[in-house]
């Protein structure tokens, strides 16, 4: 009587069927996972904190998203070295400033749930020029002073002072969560 081998054709097709079948299922949990990943990065938002024209009567300090998606605003905390914390920028420059000195800006703030859509801008302060007051119709008095290079160099340095620190945590549409601060290059992703 011959003896029949253990390897016959029928549980080498049915091997190579699981085989093939378990590559596929490799194959598709990394493709979804490349998806999601690409699904991710086509709503990334990017925000950095910016000096513009600095050294210049038109110096602005400005958030831009440079990324392609847009940007929600989880928190904005602004801290001095003397353990002050302000809600906003403005706050922060208005105390500094005090009121022996005067510099006219324009400001925006910013709050909890603000959208900043990619590729925008937006002006935190501003230093006002002869331009925008012209442009925005303003009336000017005695008391308002004229922006001059100094007061802008003024402005500069109070928000590029190295005691004030300002953290922006903001998320993307997807829930994934960024902060950006005025010492750090980059966003860091809050895990």
Same mark, same amino acid.
């Given at each position: 009587?011959?003896?029949?081998?253990?390897?016959?054709? /029928?549980? +080498?097709?049915?091997?190579?069927?699981?085989? @093939?079948?378990?590559?596929?299922?490799?194959?598709?949990?990394?493709?979804?996972?490349?998806?999601?990943?690409?699904?991710?990065? =086509?709503?990334?938002? *990017?925000? =950095?904190?910016?000096?513009?024209?600095?050294?210049?009567?038109?110096?602005?300090?400005?958030?831009?998203?440079?990324? @392609?998606?847009?940007?929600? %605003?989880?928190?904005? !905390?602004?801290?001095? =070295?003397?353990?002050?914390?302000?809600?906003?920028?403005? *706050?922060?420059? /208005? !105390?500094? +400033?005090?009121?022996?000195?005067?510099?006219?800006?324009?400001?925006?703030?910013?709050?909890v749930g603000q959208l900043i859509p990619a590729n925008e801008k937006i002006n935190l302060i501003q230093l006002l020029d002869e331009n925008m007051i012209k442009d925005w119709g303003l009336v000017t008095t005695e008391k308002t002073t004229k922006s001059t290079l100094d007061r802008a160099n003024k402005l500069y340095q109070i928000l590029n002072d190295n005691?004030?620190? %300002?953290?922006?945590?903001?998320?993307?549409?997807?829930? /994934?969560?960024?902060? %950006?601060?005025? *010492?750090?290059?980059?966003?860091?992703?809050?895990?």
């Open positions: 009587m011959m003896r029949k081998g253990f390897w016959n054709i /029928e549980k +080498i097709v049915g091997l190579t069927a699981l085989m @093939v079948s378990l590559l596929t299922l490799i194959v598709f949990v990394y493709q979804t996972n490349l998806l999601r990943k690409q699904q991710y990065m =086509s709503a990334y938002p *990017h925000l =950095s904190l910016m000096n513009e024209k600095s050294g210049t009567i038109q110096y602005s300090f400005s958030l831009s998203n440079h990324g @392609v998606g847009p940007a929600f %605003i989880e928190s904005v !905390k602004v801290s001095a =070295s003397n353990d002050m914390v302000y809600d906003d920028i403005i *706050h922060y420059v /208005e !105390k500094t +400033i005090g009121k022996q000195d005067s510099i006219n800006y324009v400001y925006s703030n910013l709050w005691e004030m620190d %300002i953290e922006i945590i903001y998320s993307s549409v997807y829930g /994934e969560k960024w902060s %950006i601060g005025n *010492h750090s290059n980059a966003p860091k992703k809050i895990e």
